[in-house]
Nanobody, 124 residues
Framework: QVQLAESGGGLVQAGGSLRVSCAAS??????MGWFRQAPGKEREFVAA??????????KYVDSVKGRFTISRDAAKNTVFLQMNSLKPEDTAIYYC?????????????????WGQGTQVTVSS
């Protein structure tokens, strides 16, 4: 059975940092990513990373470029999202997502597996 387990959310002041993790079990995925959903808003793409024979690739939503970094520990089948210079507007539930294949998609519909989410709250 495939499971994605997020951890590492919490409360932080604006300007601070947090790292969230997502450990996959039951299957190895080429592409893993993070989405977030703030109260009253649609779930939105944050970042994704994919790996294939020709290397690793990442993509970010414009609002987090330069502040967030997605990375992967292949041995642990885990993906991380390092979030620096956090802003109150980053407050949301962060969801891990995974899909087979190397398409670096920003669309929710193209991810087959989802975690339960971890809350990130940034106070002003």
């Amino acid at each position: 059975q495939v499971q994605l387990a997020e951890s590492g959310g919490g409360l932080v002041q604006a300007g601070g940092s947090l790292r969230v993790s997502c450990a996959a079990s039951g299957r190895t995925f080429n592409t893993m990513g993070w989405f977030r959903q703030a109260p009253g808003k649609e779930r939105e793409f944050v970042a994704a990373t994919t790996w294939s024979w020709d290397g690793n690739w990442s993509k970010y939503v414009d609002s987090v470029k330069g502040r967030f970094t997605i990375s992967r520990d292949a041995a642990k089948n885990t993906v991380f999202l390092q979030m620096n210079s956090l802003k109150p507007e980053d407050t949301a539930i962060y969801y891990c997502a995974a899909r087979q294949g190397s398409l670096l998609s920003t669309r929710r519909s193209e991810y087959d597996y989802w975690g339960q989410g971890t809350q990130v709250t940034v106070s002003s």
